[in-house]
């Protein structure tokens, strides 16, 4: 998108106050479904152009403002959460976060009900930091990001607001790596809905934010897992034992001081963290310098010799990377894994539960593998599933299979998936990797035996080193 499409954003206040109480029923029940919105259709000025996320909150669409003549952001809740107490809840929130004025915020440009949706409107990004961490990230850029990031919180802070969602998916990036955290007042209400609900995941709360005891030394636990993510590669979890896996990866590039800050805005004991992002931003302001001074030196210093396992990283990324999806890296050697591979090829470690993000729009309880949100049970590790938020049956250019039970409601598999997601019978086909006719000895399934010294899927040795 050009510069002229981010356009300057006002906070809206009059038209906030005046849409979020219309008259008649209308705020109780909506009545269309966010769900049903298609490419093409007219939510009053705003033309629908595409669907880019949903979550367990919300849809979120781009769509062109047929009276500005410029592209935004459209986030239509999910009908069944928008009711009278929510609505009253965005009055509340987003007048505390009007009052936010910093380049590295996102304001909402509008929110209103639009044709019985209620829509809240924002300027279109180029993409999320979650999307972003998909790819490779320079350590400048990380470094960058995350004092922009650390900028917009301390902004926060300072006006007393509490963001309560600081994640990958919170965070919109624009040209001239320009960063912008979104969802301020709209996080804590969606938190709050969501949960009641029944559905959600913990991703990068703080432990006494799961507890109900939000602070803004919270919101500096959550912001030690993005830059620790963004660093390293890889999120802590539970229970956040230092240290985490990655740990490696991080001391490599990264000064001793800046892990030290990240240690300290990761400690269980809310007490033991930063007061808040002020003073956070502080100690990252008197570190940054050195961090990158630190890195120029470990770059010219290190040895011109490549690791030939790097090397054969490289070359299994170019030939089968985008055909498994293999965005993520082993904790113990950094070698490209999937989602679904349950041990590591490369050095055989087990993967039981799957650590970093996801491109789906939920997460398994049980392995942390993505589930779609019309999905009843795991097909990754036979999870005991969730009630789908939707009864909307999602398709999916990633559907490549059939389940053999006749009975089964929809039948679509993917590649890779043990269990069918529909009525949770055991997959009996043996998944081959496309271009590739080698199989495992012992399970059958597709295997890489040019690179693989292990099977991905039963763990058992592949006769290569």
Known sequence: MTENALVSIVSGKGTFQQTLNPPGPMAEKPTASAALLRPRQRLGKYRIEKRLAEGGFAVVYQAYDTI????????????????????????????LAARLDHPAILPLKNAEMVDGHFVIVSALGEETLAQRLTRRLSLATALDYGHQLLQAVACAHRHRIIHCDIKPENVILFPHHRLRL?????????????????????GYLAPDQALGRPSFRSDVFSLGLVLYRMLSGHLPEWPFEWPPPGIERLRRRVHPELIALIRKALELKPQKRFRDAQQMLAAYE????????????????SAPAEDWRLVRFRQFRRQFGAVLETRHECSRCGGPVSEPMFWCPWCGRARAVHHSSTQFPAQCRRCGRGMKLDWTYCPWCYGPGYEPSTSRQYTDVRYQGRCANPQCPRRELMPFMRYCPWCRRKVRRR???????????????????????????????????
């Open 431 to 465: 998944w081959q990797i496309p271009g590739n006719s080698a199989r495992c000895h012992h399970c059958g399934w597709g295997v890489l035996r040019q690179f693989w010294a292990f099977c991905p899927w039963c763990g058992k040795p592949q006769g290569v080193h």
């Open 286 to 301: 008197r570190i940054l310098p050195h961090a990158l001074r630190w890195a120029r030196r470990r770059r010219r210093s």
């Open 182 to 202: 979104t969802d301020f007042g709209i996080a804590k209400v969606a938190m709050r809905t969501v949960r009641a609900s029944g559905t959600g995941t913990v």
């Open 68 to 95: 500005e003549g410029i592209r935004v952001a459209l986030k239509v809740p999910h009908p069944h959460l928008v009711n009278a107490e929510v609505l009253e809840s965005f009055r509340r929130e987003v007048r």
